[in-house]
Every structure is written in C-alpha cells, then in structure tokens.
C-alpha cells in the first residue's frame, strides 16, 4: 500500500518537476545521500526502526510535495525535488530490504507484486522526464539504492519467529547483492529479463500509439491484468501466465488497424492489461528465484531493465508509427520463447485452473512459511484421492516431483509429458517384486535438489474406518539414502469421499462429481531425521505415521 500511494505521488512530483531545470549535481547529492541514508540503516537495524522510518519518511515527503506543487514554501523547487528523492531511494531500500522475508508466503505475491509494477512505473515516469545527460546520474542512484538495500538486514530476518533460514552462497559470491542459488536460476533471471524489456518495448509503443487511450480506461485494464496473480500465484507456476500474456499481447498489436482511432483505442487497453500481466508475472518469478537478502538487487535491475525500455520508446517517436511491424516479431519470438522455457509451468498452471472451481483449497499448520524454497526436500502425507498430488502443488511453494504407477504413466499421449516435461518418477503397477528402481531414481533427483512427493502408503485408501495404512519400507530406504534431506509431512483433508476416492466403490463410481468442494492441507514444520529414528525401518515408519497424523491437529485452527 505505502509503494503503491508513493509510487503515483512520485509520479505527480516528476510531472511538476518536469517544468525544472534539474542539474547534475543535484542528482550526485541524491546519490550520496541515499548511501549516507543506507548506511544509518545499516547500523540502526531492527523491527521498530523499520516501522518508524516507513511512517516519518513519508510523512516528511508529503512535506516536501506540498512545496513542490504549491511553490509557496521559499525553498527552490528543484532542491525540494532533490531531498524528495533521497527520501524516495530511502523507502525503496527499506521496502525491499523486507520484500524477499514477506514474499515467502504465496499469499501476499498479490500485494507485493503490485508495489512492485508500481516501483517500476514511477521510476519509469523519473526517466522519461529527465534529460539525456542526468539519466545515467538517476539511474544509477536508483540502481545503487537497490543492490545497498540488498546489504541491510534487518533483525527479525535473522532472529524470532519471522526468520528465514539461510542457504549457502556458491560463486554467487563474487556478485553478492545479485546472487542465486544456482546457474540454472541465473539462466532463467536473465530470460525474465529479456521478457521483462520486451514486453515494455512492445507495450510502451502500443501505449504511445494510441495516445486517445485516458488513464480512466487504462487504470481498469491494468487492475483486470492482476487478476490473473490472484487466481494462479504460485511462485513457480505462475510463469505459466507469460505464454498467454505474450500470445494477448502479439494479438492485441496484430489486430490494432491504425485507421480506425475508436479500434486503436480498445486495442491499446487490452494491450496494456496483457502488459501488466505479463510484467507482474515476470516480477513474481523473480520473488521465487532471488533469496531474500538479494531480492531488493533483483528488483532494482528489473526496475532499471523497465524503466530504460520505456524510456527507449518515448525518446524514439520514429519507431511509433502507423503500420510498424516489429512489435508483433518482437512478440512472436517472445511468445515462443515462453511457450518453450516454461512450458511445464504453462501445462500445471492450465491444469490448475479448473481446480481453482471444483475445489475450495486451504491451507493451514504452522510450517508452510518454512518450506525450503532451494535445495532437496522430501514431502509426505495420506493418500486417499488420485488429484491428491495436485493439491499438494497448491499449496508447497516448490516445483514438485510426483510418482505415478504405470497405469497412468504409460497411457498414450501422457507418456511423453509424463516423462520428458513433468518428469515424474515411473512406479511399475505389481503387488510383489525384488526390485525398486524408483526409489533409486527418488534418490537422485533429491541429490539434484528437487523436491519429490511420496505417499509412504503405497496405495489409495480403501477403508473407512482407517484413515491411514501402515507405511512401506521404501520411505525408509530413500532416507537411508539421503539421511540430510528435510522431510515436510501434510495431511490432506477432504480427499476421502471426492470423486476420484474409493469411498463407495473405485473412482469416479457410485459417487457425484466435486463441485466446491473443501480441501484442506495441513503442512508441518520441515525436520531431519535423528540417526537414532534412520537406524531401524520400523521406528521410522512408526515415527513417519505419527507426524503425519499429528498434523490433523491443526485443522481447525485459523
């Protein structure tokens, strides 16, 4: 709330500020007071010195606006203009210092994204206001204020009940406000960039090409672009949303007839809905990928990568003409460049969707926020519904790795996606054989670091009054295997009696389709197992049981 009300205030003070001669040194005091601000940060940290600031900074801001616009205070305005900015880098790095701790639960991805986007816009609407020779001053005190932001570490980050744990920096060190966990994450933060500057390339000039479009129409756009976030914010499968948003976006500038001013003008709207879409879908990804302390680095580039594509069209009036192609090739090559990179996200986010009508999904326990968004992780829980490994993907904020029997696995037209896209682990269908080589291949993938879902019953649950079978000695030996691989237990309520149960006969029988029906999962506190429970598979299974079960204490709690 307090980035987005800030972000259209310092959109006004830019438009005033526009009619100012702002020189270069003003801005080099912007700079150097942001380092100076930061630096007082970094030494005065703590829960309340954060609230204070984010409730006096803007106040002292609201100050200097009201100079800037009314001009009555006896100040110059372009010195007014350079203590609001010093304020506005300030806030920046303190919003974003904690932006990465909030981001880890997937509930709050709606709010934070927003401010985000609106981070972005008004540091676009900086730049485009500004002169050739002070852009690179403000974008690198902006830049810089990010990547110091990265730096403060507040205390109830690192200590009490907010606090995250902290995974191991590799070669990242070497850049440390902008490390990852792995290349392949680096891989990928770099494709969202490229997205990111594409898709503000072609959406600034279809903004600019139909500039009868009033920010009455515009706001609403921008709000129905959102709603997407809200329906799927899963922090991996929401970069399922960049596919369609390229392929909205490549229809709304293929379609625009720039003869027709009322059609340009409808066209222009859509096309900025697809835009905000596509921008806070890239920014949630983002979220997912960065640790925490490297978050405020993170965003900071993707504000710069934004801000410069807006500014790169608007100082261009050549390229926004009427009949110009090459936002539509821009699109299309980004569209199949999504539809390829995240193709498995894409599939999970469109299997999801009718899921978001027939059930009711919840949440609950007290470990969800302490998934461990990186590195292996073992997740258990009842077994009582086919969609029971769908559900879970609702709710772990992970990239998932399910079993599936050979019934299913083998069916034509799933194999392939089966195995090369959602790579989920084969179980072959037998009720009695020598060997298990999906436990060996359970083994390996926690070894690369994926988290892999197991169901330690070995079968759906038949009977009613057994809410849980004994569990199979394979969870037992993936444990031996990987004895430092967290286990999270959950217990899905709900799935007994859904369609796709055996209460009451096999699934899909003798039972009424879901409509709205009530799922819960209950999520517990991720452990290691003690060398002491890993010794005997019998004390592990019954340990295992227990923690599961225990779980369903939590299911009336709020």
């Not at 001013?261 to 990928?289: H, K, N, Y």
């Not at 801000?307 to 821009?330: C, I, K, Q, Y």
């Not at 009508?357 to 009842?382: E, Q, S």
């Not at 079968?459 to 004994?470: F, H, K, Q, V």
Request: glycine letters at 10%; hydrophobic letters at 50%.
């Amino acid at each position: 709330m307090s980035a987005a009300l800030s972000g259209f205030a310092t959109i006004a003070a830019t438009q005033k500020l526009a009619d100012f001669e702002l020189h270069r040194l003003g801005w080099i005091l912007v700079v150097a007071g942001t380092v100076l601000l930061v630096g007082l940060g970094r030494l005065l940290t703590g829960y309340s010195v954060r609230h204070w600031a984010m409730v006096a900074i803007p106040f002292v801001q609201a100050l200097f606006l009201t100079g800037i616009v009314t001009g009555r205070i006896g100040v110059p305005v372009s010195w007014l203009g350079y203590g609001y900015w010093v304020l506005e880098c300030l806030n920046w790095t303190i919003r974003l210092s904690r932006c990465g701790a909030a981001a880890r639960e997937v509930d709050r991805y709606p709010g934070l994204v927003v401010a985000i986007v609106v981070i972005a816009w008004s540091a676009g609407g900086l730049l485009s206001v500004l002169s050739d020779g002070v852009v690179v001053v403000a974008v690198g005190g902006l830049l810089l204020a990010g990547f110091l932001s990265s730096w403060v570490r507040w205390a109830h980050e690192t200590a009490g009940p907010e606090a995250l744990p902290a995974w191991p920096a590799r070669w990242q060190r070497i850049v440390p406000s902008l490390r990852l966990a792995s290349r392949r994450d680096a891989a990928e933060a770099a494709m969202l960039l490229v997205m990111l500057a594409g898709v503000c390339l072609a959406g600034g000039e279809g903004v600019l090409a139909g500039r009868e479009v009033s920010p009455a129409e515009v706001l609403p756009a921008m709000a129905i672009g959102m709603v997407p976030l809200v329906v799927g914010n899963h922090p991996y499968r929401v970069a399922g949303w960049l596919p369609y948003a390229a392929w909205a976006m490549l229809v709304a500038i293929a379609s625009r007839d720039p003869h027709l001013a009322e059609q340009r003008q409808a066209w222009s709207v859509f096309l900025t809905g697809a835009q905000t879409c596509a921008a806070m879908a890239i920014c949630s990804r983002l979220v997912a990928i960065c640790p925490p302390a490297s978050f405020a680095g993170w965003a900071g580039l993707a504000s710069l990568v934004a801000g410069l594509a807006f500014v790169s069209v608007g100082r261009s009036p050549e390229w926004v003409v009427a009949g110009n192609t090459w936002p539509g090739w821009l699109m299309l090559g980004l569209g199949v460049a999504a539809q390829v990179y995240w193709l498995r996200e894409w599939l999970e986010l469109t299997a999801a969707l009718p899921a978001f009508f027939l059930y009711r999904i919840r949440h609950g326990g007290p470990g969800r926020a302490w998934v461990p968004w990186r590195g292996p992780l073992l997740v258990i829980a009842n077994h009582a519904a086919w969609f029971d490994p769908l559900w879970l993907g609702k709710v772990i904020p992970r990239r998932l790795t399910p079993m599936m029997t050979s019934d299913f696995y083998d069916l034509p037209g799933l194999y392939w996606l089966m195995r090369y896209v959602l790579r989920v682990i084969r179980v072959e269908e037998a009720h009695a054989r020598r060997e298990a080589p999906e436990l060996d291949e359970a083994v390996k993938r926690l070894a690369a670091g994926e988290c892999v879902v197991i169901f330690p019953e070995g079968r759906l649950r038949r009977e009613e009054d057994r809410m849980l079978a004994p569990f199979q000695r394979g969870i037992w030996y993936i444990l031996q295997k990987s004895p430092d691989t967290p286990v999270v237990p959950c217990w899905i309520e709900g799935n007994w009696g859904s369609y796709f149960s055996w209460k009451d006969g096999p699934p899909m029988k003798n039972k009424p389709f879901d409509w709205c029906r009530r799922i819960t999962i209950v999520v517990g506190h991720p452990r290691v197992l003690s060398g002491e429970v890993l010794a005997d598979h019998r004390t592990t299974r019954r340990f295992l049981e227990q923690l599961v079960l225990e779980q369903r204490q939590y299911l009336h709690q709020k």
